[in-house]
T-cell receptor
Framework: GNSVTQMEGPVTLSEEAFLTINCTYTATGYPSLFWYVQYPGEGLQLLLK?????DKGSNKGFEATYRKETTSFHLEKGSVQVSDSAVYFCALRPTGNQFYFGTGTSLTVIP | GAGVSQSPSNKVTEKGKDVELRCDPISGHTALYWYRQSLGQGLEFLIY????????KSGLPSDRFSAERTGGSVSTLTIQRTQQEDSAVYLC??????????????FGPGTRLTVL
């Protein structure tokens, strides 16, 4: 079946620290992979995406590389800011209509 | 233009009552999704509409849940005889089409449902 497993939270980091949020997946076929972010009081919004193996999605200093050999799509940022505090969701879309989301990882960045 | 809107933003109801949640997608978006987000859980897929095709109802948790989409635009999710375990945030999302493998979903702010 299709599923997403992402790193348990909450994660607390100091400003300018390095961030990694792990995400692994199980999927049939060749899925597209996504990271969505939910800032406090706001709806989910797309952060970045990758549609095929070895693609790197990037946005706002965040990056994630589609690794088919390890079925992973880990989210990274070299230097986090207080404004990055949010809940991050990894998601996949296999061929078809449904998206599958992870449980979300809460990130708090302290000054 | 305007994003996805949902109403009400908050709904408190008594166990056993019926509730209707509304989603107004982005104009022109042919695909519409409903999800449920419970405390400590990820997003749980409920139902998907694509144009005039029959909806994918595979995620609806019980026959108390139903949804319709009138005129290919506004959608209503109805929960009959609500139970306390129905308490959650109900999210709606829309996108242009499901034909491509990477179309972005645009999410509404959600409706927080509390069943007492």
């Amino acid at each position: 079946g299709n599923s997403v497993t992402q790193m348990e939270g909450p994660v607390t980091l100091s400003e300018e620290a390095f961030l990694t949020i792990n995400c692994t997946y199980t999927a049939t076929g060749y899925p597209s992979l996504f990271w969505y972010v939910q800032y406090p009081g706001e709806g989910l919004q797309l952060l970045l995406k990758a549609t095929k193996a070895d693609d790197k999605g990037s946005n706002k200093g965040f990056e994630a590389t589609y690794r088919k050999e390890t079925t992973s799509f880990h989210l990274e940022k070299g230097s986090v800011q207080v404004s990055d505090s949010a809940v991050y969701f990894c998601a996949l879309r296999p061929t078809g209509n449904q998206f599958y989301f992870g449980t979300g990882t809460s990130l708090t960045v302290i000054p | 233009g305007a994003g996805v809107s949902q109403s009400p933003s908050n709904k408190v109801t008594e166990k056993g009552k019926d509730v209707e949640l509304r989603c107004d997608p982005i104009s022109g978006h042919t695909a519409l999704y409903w999800y449920r987000q419970s405390l400590g859980q990820g997003l749980e897929f409920l139902i998907y509409f694509q144009g005039n095709s029959a909806p994918d109802k595979s995620g609806l948790p019980s026959d108390r849940f139903s949804a319709e989409r009138t005129g290919g635009s506004v959608s209503t999710l109805t929960i009959q005889r609500t139970q306390q375990e129905d308490s959650a945030v109900y999210l709606c999302a829309s996108s242009w089409t499901s034909g491509s493998s990477y179309n972005e979903q645009f999410f509404g702010p959600g409706t927080r449902l509390t069943v007492l």
